[in-house]
T-cell receptor
Framework: KQEVTQIPAALSVPEGENLVLNCSFTDSAIYNLQWFRQDPGKGLTSLLLIQSSQREQTSGRLNASLDKSSGRSTLYIAASQPGDSATYLCAVYNTDKLIFGTGTRLQVFP | EPEVTQTPSHQVTQMGQEVILRCVPISNHLYFYWYRQILGQKVEFLVSFYNNEISEKSEIFDDQFSVERPDGSNFTLKIRSTKLEDSAMYFC?????????????FGPGTRLTVL
């Protein structure tokens, strides 16, 4: 059974720092992997989708990498800003569903 | 840009009542999904639906739940007799093809509160 784990569970950093959020999954036979952002009490905002044949994707200050063989993905956030404060979720595509991790709650203070 | 919409945004109901959560997927999508997120917990898969049939469901999706595509645009989740533990945010998603290779697009969610 696929399990998705995210480390750390929470992170508090000063503005301007570069950050790495980690996601690991137990079964490397995944298709795609997607990173989402979720603000408190709100919905899911898609950040990056990495297809299984890709090793990384970039969007603005965000870069996500995927290493299927080791069951890991990382989300790199450059030059963090207070507006980046949110919970970040990774999810793996497993047959016909997404399996989500528990998230990393990020707080960036001025 | 096309998007998935959900109504209502917030539903409050009494325990034991039936509720119907509504979703309008992206118009040319063929695969539809429901997920839920209990407060403070992870997002969990409930059910996937394709060609007017359930293609996969989780252990959570018991006989109290049902899904339907009553017309060409709506996709609904019905909970027959709500329990306190059904209180959660419910997300609808759709994809153009099987999610093995196609991105799922999520709606904004319906917050269900069971009193």
């Amino acid at each position: 059974k696929q399990e998705v784990t995210q480390i750390p569970a929470a992170l508090s950093v000063p503005e301007g720092e570069n950050l790495v959020l980690n996601c690991s999954f137990t079964d490397s036979a995944i298709y795609n992997l997607q990173w989402f952002r979720q603000d408190p009490g709100k919905g899911l905002t898609s950040l990056l989708l990495i297809q299984s044949s890709q090793r990384e994707q970039t969007s603005g200050r965000l870069n996500a990498s995927l290493d299927k063989s080791s069951g890991r993905s990382t989300l790199y956030i450059a030059a963090s800003q207070p507006g980046d404060s949110a919970t970040y979720l990774c999810a793996v595509y497993n047959t016909d569903k997404l399996i989500f991790g528990t998230g990393t709650r990020l707080q960036v203070f001025p | 840009e096309p998007e998935v919409t959900q109504t209502p945004s917030h539903q409050v109901t009494q325990m034991g009542q039936e509720v119907i959560l509504r979703c309008v997927p992206i118009s040319n999508h063929l695969y539809f999904y429901w997920y839920r997120q209990i407060l403070g917990q992870k997002v969990e898969f409930l059910v996937s639906f394709y060609n007017n049939e359930i293609s996969e469901k989780s252990e959570i999706f018991d006989d109290q739940f049902s899904v339907e595509r009553p017309d060409g645009s709506n996709f609904t989740l019905k909970i027959r007799s709500t329990k306190l533990e059904d209180s959660a945010m419910y997300f609808c998603a759709s994809s153009a093809g099987t999610s093995s290779y196609n991105e799922q697009f999520f709606g904004p969610g319906t917050r269900l509160t069971v009193l």
